[in-house]
Protein backbone atom coordinates (compact mmCIF):
# COMPACT_ATOMS: atom_id res chain seq x y z
CA UNK A 1 0.00 0.00 0.00
CA UNK A 2 1.27 3.44 -1.02
CA UNK A 3 2.05 5.28 2.27
CA UNK A 4 -0.32 8.47 2.49
CA UNK A 5 -0.12 11.64 5.12
CA UNK A 6 -2.73 11.72 7.24
CA UNK A 7 -6.37 11.57 5.13
CA UNK A 8 -5.09 13.88 2.02
CA UNK A 9 -4.36 11.96 -1.31
CA UNK A 10 -1.02 13.01 -0.99
CA UNK A 11 1.95 10.18 -1.62
CA UNK A 12 4.72 10.36 0.81
CA UNK A 13 7.03 11.58 -1.25
CA UNK A 14 5.76 14.30 -2.73
CA UNK A 15 5.54 15.72 1.51
CA UNK A 16 8.36 14.70 2.12
CA UNK A 17 9.76 17.19 -0.59
CA UNK A 18 7.12 19.62 0.76
CA UNK A 19 8.50 19.42 4.17
CA UNK A 20 12.33 19.65 2.91
CA UNK A 21 11.36 22.80 1.47
CA UNK A 22 9.30 24.38 4.19
CA UNK A 23 6.97 25.64 0.84
CA UNK A 24 3.53 24.79 -0.16
CA UNK A 25 1.87 25.28 -3.59
CA UNK A 26 -1.55 23.84 -2.57
CA UNK A 27 -4.44 23.73 0.12
CA UNK A 28 -3.72 20.08 1.10
CA UNK A 29 0.43 20.57 0.76
CA UNK A 30 -0.64 23.40 3.13
CA UNK A 31 -2.02 20.83 5.59
CA UNK A 32 0.58 18.64 5.57
CA UNK A 33 2.85 21.16 6.15
CA UNK A 34 0.99 22.67 9.44
CA UNK A 35 0.13 19.10 10.69
CA UNK A 36 4.30 18.35 10.58
CA UNK A 37 4.97 21.31 11.90
CA UNK A 38 2.64 21.45 15.03
CA UNK A 39 4.03 17.44 15.53
CA UNK A 40 8.16 19.13 16.20
CA UNK A 41 6.69 22.19 18.08
CA UNK A 42 4.61 20.07 20.79
CA UNK A 43 7.62 17.44 20.45
CA UNK A 44 9.58 20.29 22.25
CA UNK A 45 6.75 21.41 25.04
CA UNK A 46 6.57 17.89 26.42
CA UNK A 47 6.53 19.70 30.28
CA UNK A 48 3.33 21.37 29.56
CA UNK A 49 -0.38 20.03 30.46
CA UNK A 50 -2.97 19.25 27.87
CA UNK A 51 -5.50 22.64 28.54
CA UNK A 52 -7.65 24.67 26.65
CA UNK A 53 -5.10 27.01 25.95
CA UNK A 54 -2.61 24.28 24.73
CA UNK A 55 -5.64 22.63 22.27
CA UNK A 56 -6.43 25.86 20.90
CA UNK A 57 -3.20 26.25 19.91
CA UNK A 58 -2.88 22.95 18.11
CA UNK A 59 -5.67 23.80 16.18
CA UNK A 60 -4.18 27.57 15.10
CA UNK A 61 -1.14 26.05 14.46
CA UNK A 62 -2.48 22.63 12.25
CA UNK A 63 -4.93 25.66 10.44
CA UNK A 64 -2.28 28.50 9.56
CA UNK A 65 -2.80 29.94 6.02
CA UNK A 66 -5.69 27.67 5.18
CA UNK A 67 -8.80 29.32 3.73
CA UNK A 68 -11.10 26.50 4.79
CA UNK A 69 -14.01 25.34 3.29
CA UNK A 70 -16.80 27.25 1.33
CA UNK A 71 -19.34 24.49 3.18
CA UNK A 72 -18.51 25.49 6.20
CA UNK A 73 -18.60 29.27 6.98
CA UNK A 74 -18.54 28.53 10.64
CA UNK A 75 -14.98 27.74 10.67
CA UNK A 76 -12.68 29.46 13.14
CA UNK A 77 -9.13 28.82 13.35
CA UNK A 78 -8.11 28.22 17.13
CA UNK A 79 -11.62 28.61 18.46
CA UNK A 80 -13.97 25.80 19.67
CA UNK A 81 -17.38 25.73 17.78
CA UNK A 82 -20.33 28.03 18.29
CA UNK A 83 -22.59 25.96 16.00
CA UNK A 84 -23.89 21.87 16.85
CA UNK A 85 -21.95 19.28 14.56
CA UNK A 86 -23.46 16.06 13.49
CA UNK A 87 -22.65 13.12 10.59
CA UNK A 88 -24.78 13.18 8.25
CA UNK A 89 -26.02 10.04 5.48
CA UNK A 90 -24.35 11.73 2.61
CA UNK A 91 -26.90 9.05 0.41
CA UNK A 92 -30.40 9.58 2.60
CA UNK A 93 -29.20 13.38 3.88
CA UNK A 94 -30.25 12.53 7.33
CA UNK A 95 -28.27 13.10 10.62
CA UNK A 96 -26.86 9.31 12.05
CA UNK A 97 -25.46 11.00 14.98
CA UNK A 98 -25.50 14.46 16.94
CA UNK A 99 -22.06 15.74 18.80
CA UNK A 100 -22.57 17.88 22.41
CA UNK A 101 -23.95 21.25 21.87
CA UNK A 102 -21.05 23.96 21.28
CA UNK A 103 -22.56 25.40 25.11
CA UNK A 104 -21.47 22.04 26.04
CA UNK A 105 -18.00 21.54 24.40
CA UNK A 106 -15.84 23.82 26.65
CA UNK A 107 -17.32 22.19 30.05
CA UNK A 108 -16.77 18.41 28.45
CA UNK A 109 -12.93 19.80 27.38
CA UNK A 110 -12.22 20.69 31.03
CA UNK A 111 -13.41 17.50 32.04
CA UNK A 112 -11.16 15.54 29.40
CA UNK A 113 -8.03 17.89 30.50
CA UNK A 114 -8.38 17.16 34.51
CA UNK A 115 -8.65 13.57 34.02
CA UNK A 116 -5.33 13.44 31.36
CA UNK A 117 -3.60 15.26 33.99
CA UNK A 118 -5.03 13.75 36.85
CA UNK A 119 -2.83 11.42 38.43
CA UNK A 120 -4.57 7.89 38.24
CA UNK A 121 -3.76 4.36 38.55
CA UNK A 122 -3.90 3.61 34.63
CA UNK A 123 -0.66 3.04 32.42
CA UNK A 124 0.85 6.45 30.66
CA UNK A 125 0.13 4.51 27.60
CA UNK A 126 -3.50 3.87 27.95
CA UNK A 127 -4.01 7.81 28.11
CA UNK A 128 -3.47 8.77 24.29
CA UNK A 129 -5.84 6.31 23.04
CA UNK A 130 -8.21 7.64 25.44
CA UNK A 131 -8.11 11.06 25.13
CA UNK A 132 -8.21 10.33 21.42
CA UNK A 133 -11.87 8.22 21.68
CA UNK A 134 -12.96 11.16 23.57
CA UNK A 135 -11.72 14.08 21.89
CA UNK A 136 -13.43 12.48 18.70
CA UNK A 137 -16.67 11.70 20.96
CA UNK A 138 -16.56 16.06 21.80
CA UNK A 139 -15.60 16.96 18.55
CA UNK A 140 -14.64 20.31 20.01
CA UNK A 141 -14.33 22.62 16.68
CA UNK A 142 -16.14 22.56 13.08
CA UNK A 143 -13.31 20.76 11.40
CA UNK A 144 -9.77 19.98 12.24
CA UNK A 145 -10.42 17.64 14.68
CA UNK A 146 -8.71 14.99 13.49
CA UNK A 147 -5.63 16.24 12.40
CA UNK A 148 -5.67 17.72 16.08
CA UNK A 149 -5.76 14.36 18.15
CA UNK A 150 -3.31 13.03 16.35
CA UNK A 151 -1.07 16.02 16.75
CA UNK A 152 -1.78 16.02 20.86
CA UNK A 153 -2.26 11.94 20.81
CA UNK A 154 1.34 11.81 20.13
CA UNK A 155 2.29 14.36 22.51
CA UNK A 156 1.14 12.52 24.96
CA UNK A 157 2.76 9.21 24.13
CA UNK A 158 5.87 10.94 24.10
CA UNK A 159 5.05 12.27 27.58
CA UNK A 160 4.42 8.57 28.30
CA UNK A 161 7.90 7.84 27.38
CA UNK A 162 7.28 6.69 23.93
CA UNK A 163 8.21 7.42 20.03
CA UNK A 164 10.83 10.51 21.62
CA UNK A 165 12.78 10.58 18.47
CA UNK A 166 9.98 10.44 16.17
CA UNK A 167 10.06 7.12 14.40
CA UNK A 168 6.77 6.45 14.03
CA UNK A 169 3.66 8.46 13.56
CA UNK A 170 0.30 6.60 14.04
CA UNK A 171 -1.72 8.57 11.17
CA UNK A 172 -0.07 5.82 8.65
CA UNK A 173 -1.84 2.96 10.77
CA UNK A 174 -5.05 4.68 11.01
CA UNK A 175 -5.26 5.39 7.26
CA UNK A 176 -4.01 1.45 6.71
CA UNK A 177 -6.75 0.79 8.98
CA UNK A 178 -9.78 3.24 8.20
CA UNK A 179 -12.44 1.20 8.38
CA UNK A 180 -11.48 -0.36 11.86
CA UNK A 181 -10.81 2.87 13.21
CA UNK A 182 -13.77 4.45 12.14
CA UNK A 183 -15.77 1.34 13.23
CA UNK A 184 -14.07 1.68 17.22
CA UNK A 185 -15.07 5.02 17.45
CA UNK A 186 -18.40 5.26 16.58
CA UNK A 187 -19.25 1.41 17.77
CA UNK A 188 -17.49 2.67 21.31
CA UNK A 189 -19.70 6.15 21.27
CA UNK A 190 -22.74 4.68 20.55
CA UNK A 191 -21.82 1.94 22.95
CA UNK A 192 -20.29 4.55 25.94
CA UNK A 193 -17.54 1.79 25.71
CA UNK A 194 -13.94 3.63 24.84
CA UNK A 195 -11.91 -0.45 25.70
CA UNK A 196 -12.28 -1.45 22.00
CA UNK A 197 -10.50 1.45 20.37
CA UNK A 198 -7.84 1.98 23.16
CA UNK A 199 -7.59 -1.78 22.46
CA UNK A 200 -7.10 -1.19 18.79
CA UNK A 201 -4.72 2.29 19.61
CA UNK A 202 -2.39 -0.24 21.52
CA UNK A 203 -2.42 -2.58 18.88
CA UNK A 204 -1.33 0.21 16.41
CA UNK A 205 1.93 1.75 18.97
CA UNK A 206 3.04 -1.98 18.67
CA UNK A 207 2.76 -2.40 15.19
CA UNK A 208 4.54 0.85 14.33
CA UNK A 209 7.48 -0.18 16.57
CA UNK A 210 7.88 -3.27 14.99
CA UNK A 211 7.69 -1.49 11.93
CA UNK A 212 10.62 0.49 13.29
CA UNK A 213 12.51 -2.44 14.40
CA UNK A 214 12.61 -3.99 10.85
CA UNK A 215 13.12 -1.28 9.08
CA UNK A 216 16.70 -0.99 11.59
CA UNK A 217 16.90 -4.36 10.43
CA UNK A 218 16.82 -3.79 6.64
CA UNK A 219 19.17 -0.75 6.98
CA UNK A 220 21.77 -2.98 8.99
CA UNK A 221 21.69 -5.29 6.45
CA UNK A 222 21.76 -2.91 3.34
CA UNK A 223 24.99 -1.22 5.20
CA UNK A 224 26.24 -4.94 4.80
CA UNK A 225 25.80 -5.81 1.58
CA UNK A 226 27.47 -2.74 0.48
CA UNK A 227 30.75 -2.76 2.30
CA UNK A 228 31.34 -6.27 0.93
CA UNK A 229 34.64 -6.10 -1.00
CA UNK A 230 32.60 -8.42 -4.13
CA UNK A 231 29.45 -5.85 -4.10
CA UNK A 232 31.09 -3.78 -7.17
CA UNK A 233 31.82 -6.57 -8.70
CA UNK A 234 28.02 -8.05 -8.55
CA UNK A 235 25.51 -8.25 -11.60
CA UNK A 236 22.21 -6.49 -11.80
CA UNK A 237 20.99 -9.92 -10.91
CA UNK A 238 22.91 -10.76 -7.92
CA UNK A 239 21.72 -7.29 -6.47
CA UNK A 240 17.83 -7.98 -7.13
CA UNK A 241 18.10 -11.34 -5.48
CA UNK A 242 20.12 -9.55 -2.57
CA UNK A 243 17.79 -7.08 -2.59
CA UNK A 244 15.08 -9.07 -2.02
CA UNK A 245 16.33 -10.91 0.48
CA UNK A 246 17.36 -7.84 2.32
CA UNK A 247 13.67 -6.96 2.66
CA UNK A 248 11.97 -11.20 3.18
CA UNK A 249 12.97 -13.08 5.79
CA UNK A 250 13.95 -15.81 3.07
CA UNK A 251 14.86 -17.08 -0.39
CA UNK A 252 14.14 -20.03 -2.83
CA UNK A 253 15.29 -21.49 -5.67
CA UNK A 254 12.19 -21.21 -7.31
CA UNK A 255 11.26 -17.80 -5.91
CA UNK A 256 15.22 -16.74 -7.77
CA UNK A 257 14.12 -18.12 -10.78
CA UNK A 258 10.86 -15.67 -11.09
CA UNK A 259 13.11 -13.06 -10.25
CA UNK A 260 15.39 -13.40 -12.64
CA UNK A 261 14.73 -11.80 -16.38
CA UNK A 262 17.63 -14.65 -17.70
CA UNK A 263 16.77 -18.28 -18.78
CA UNK A 264 18.75 -19.68 -16.42
CA UNK A 265 18.71 -23.31 -14.38
CA UNK A 266 18.06 -24.19 -11.23
CA UNK A 267 22.05 -24.77 -10.51
CA UNK A 268 23.21 -21.71 -12.10
CA UNK A 269 21.16 -19.94 -8.84
CA UNK A 270 22.85 -22.66 -6.76
CA UNK A 271 26.07 -22.04 -7.79
CA UNK A 272 24.90 -17.89 -6.84
CA UNK A 273 23.79 -18.93 -3.56
CA UNK A 274 26.80 -20.56 -3.21
CA UNK A 275 28.89 -17.60 -3.58
CA UNK A 276 26.09 -15.24 -1.63
CA UNK A 277 27.09 -17.90 1.43
CA UNK A 278 30.97 -17.83 1.10
CA UNK A 279 30.96 -14.25 1.50
CA UNK A 280 28.56 -14.45 4.70
CA UNK A 281 25.56 -12.98 4.12
CA UNK A 282 23.43 -16.35 3.61
CA UNK A 283 22.75 -19.48 5.14
CA UNK A 284 20.65 -22.68 3.60
CA UNK A 285 18.43 -24.55 5.70
CA UNK A 286 16.60 -27.87 4.94
CA UNK A 287 17.79 -30.61 2.20
CA UNK A 288 18.56 -30.34 -1.47
CA UNK A 289 14.62 -30.06 -3.06
CA UNK A 290 13.14 -27.92 -0.18
CA UNK A 291 16.01 -25.87 0.80
CA UNK A 292 15.45 -22.47 1.09
CA UNK A 293 18.27 -19.61 1.92
CA UNK A 294 18.23 -16.85 4.83
CA UNK A 295 20.34 -13.92 5.67
CA UNK A 296 23.14 -14.73 7.78
CA UNK A 297 22.73 -13.31 11.44
CA UNK A 298 26.57 -13.30 11.72
Known sequence: MEKKIEYSMINF??????????KACNEEQQEVLNVVNAHLKVSMELKRRISD???????????EKLKGSVTEPNYQAGRYRSVRNYIGDPFTDTVTYTFPGPKEVPKLMRSLHRFINSRTKLDGILMPGIFHFLFIAIHPFVNGNGRTVRVLEDFLLKKAGYNHQNLYNLSQYYYENLKQYHYFLNHGRDMHDFTGFVEFHLEGIKKMQQNVFKEKIILQRIDKLHSLPSWKTMDTLDKKLLHYLVNNEELTIKKALKLSSKKLTAEAIRLRFKKYGESGILQKIGDFKNAKYVWKMR
Open 13 to 22: NTAEKVVYAK
Open 53 to 63: AFVIDVHRQIS
